[in-house]
């Protein structure tokens, strides 16, 4: 069975940078596809962004240019590098993977294995 743990999350003033990170274990991380997501108060869940097997990504529209993925195989472990990070980026953040093979989406039901989530807060 997949596990994923996210870490990296605290509270951060606007402008600030955090870099969170998912550590995977239980499956052959490299053949996955991982995705970010978060919920914000009041909210549903939303896509942040994707990274894919051969770690080409993308991004919603609201974090393009701010947030970036990247993933290390080596260390089984995917990447949220969050810069000029703004009061409207404060939500619990989730990461997930696919099984083997399976392409990464902007939807939930894309993923398979889905991290506890860790919390990000932006103060003004």
């Known amino acids: 069975q997949v596990q994923l743990v996210e870490s990296g999350g605290g509270l951060v003033q606007a402008g600030g940078s955090l870099r969170l990170s998912c550590a995977a274990s239980?499956?052959?991380?490299?053949?996955?596809?991982m995705g970010w997501f978060r919920r914000a108060p009041g909210k549903e869940r939303s896509f942040v962004g994707r990274i894919s097997q051969n770690s080409g990504t993308d991004f919603a529209d609201s974090v393009k240019g701010r947030f970036t993925i990247s993933r290390d195989n080596a260390k089984n472990t995917v990447y949220l590098q969050m810069n000029n990070l703004k009061p409207e980026d404060t939500a619990v953040y989730y990461c997930?993977?696919?099984?083997?093979?399976?392409?990464?989406?902007?939807?939930?039901?894309?993923?398979?294995?889905w991290g506890q989530g860790t919390q990000v807060t932006v103060s003004s």
């Open positions: 239980g499956g052959t991380f490299s053949l996955a596809a």
């Open positions: 997930a993977a696919t099984k083997p093979f399976h392409s990464g989406s902007y939807y939930e039901d894309g993923y398979h294995y």
